[in-house]
């Protein structure tokens, strides 16, 4: 029975030590990559969290004048902040800025990625932005909307939950991070996780208070990394509290080049 117990044992020792490294893709920028991404009207970030340095990335609407709307954008795993140049370059709307968010060992952010830590990546990239912008992040709110991708997703939900944002969008999320660890090393090895982002509780807390503001899901058919079904749960529990655009044929890193358009309509249609 020992000998039989012997690899389940290392099993779980090397799922409690090494499950940062299986979870999260830290990408960082190649030299040259920052003066070669970097969109126009792009002002750099910097700002300090319990992880050290971390970096983000405000994009100035195309207009002259105040931002009538500020999207905050969040990548998906092993992506970092300005992979979204062409998204906000070609974005239709030319009164629209965007906040672009890196995570805790992403892009040029000092520290290691977790849940807690990348929420407080985000809060403080918008406090950042906020006294750039000389506004408080109470009155930034009021025109501030939220877009994730995958892990982005969850990192998106976690800002709105905290924050009075007018609209969220979210394209090819998870419910939790636990049921993706389900998937990949079954029951009840998932329970290991430490941390778990939880879509599901905090679309909840979301759209339950009072002033809840739109949700979108956007979601391919042929993902091949979070299933489409995850995506029709969550849809199906928000019930009329969201809307929810199945794209056929997109898999997971293909979805924004095939539904770019739907997901800047779903944008534009929940701004007005």
């Given amino acids: 029975m020992i000998i039989l117990a012997i690899p389940f044992v290392i099993l779980v020792v090397a799922l409690l030590v090494f499950q940062d490294a299986l979870i999260y893709m830290p990408r960082q920028y190649a030299t040259g990559d920052l003066a070669q991404h970097v969109p126009p009207r792009t002002t750099t970030l910097e700002y300090q969290t319990d992880q050290g340095e971390q970096t983000a990335f405000y994009v100035a609407p195309k207009a002259d004048g105040e931002a009538e709307w500020i999207w905050l954008l969040f990548c998906g795993n092993a992506s970092v902040a300005l992979d979204w140049k062409d998204f906000v370059e070609t974005y239709p709307d030319q009164h629209t800025a965007f906040l672009l968010v890196d995570y805790p060992g992403y892009g040029r952010c000092a520290g290691a990625p977790s849940p807690a830590r990348i929420q407080a990546g985000s809060e403080a990239a918008f406090v950042a932005l906020a006294a750039t912008l000389g506004q408080s992040v109470e009155e930034l709110e009021k025109r501030t909307a939220v877009l994730g991708h995958s892990l982005g997703a969850a990192a998106a939900c976690q800002f709105a939950a905290r924050h009075a944002v007018t609209r969220v969008v979210l394209v090819s999320p998870f419910t939790e991070l636990r049921a993706m660890a389900r998937r990949s090393v079954g029951w009840p090895l ?9 879509n599901r509780a905090r679309l909840a807390e979301i759209t339950t208070r009072a002033a809840a503001p739109p949700v979108v899901i956007v979601h391919g058919d042929e993902d091949e990394v979070i ?23 997109a898999d997971h890193n293909g979805i924004f080049g095939i539904a770019e358009a739907q997901i800047w309509s779903a944008m534009q249609a929940v701004s007005r």
Avoid: S
């Fill in 190 to 198: 998932c329970w290991l996780l430490r941390g778990n982002f939880d």
């Fill in 227 to 249: 299933p489409v079904a995850m995506g029709r749960t969550l849809a199906a529990e928000l019930g009329n509290r969201c809307r929810y655009l199945e794209i056929a044929g």
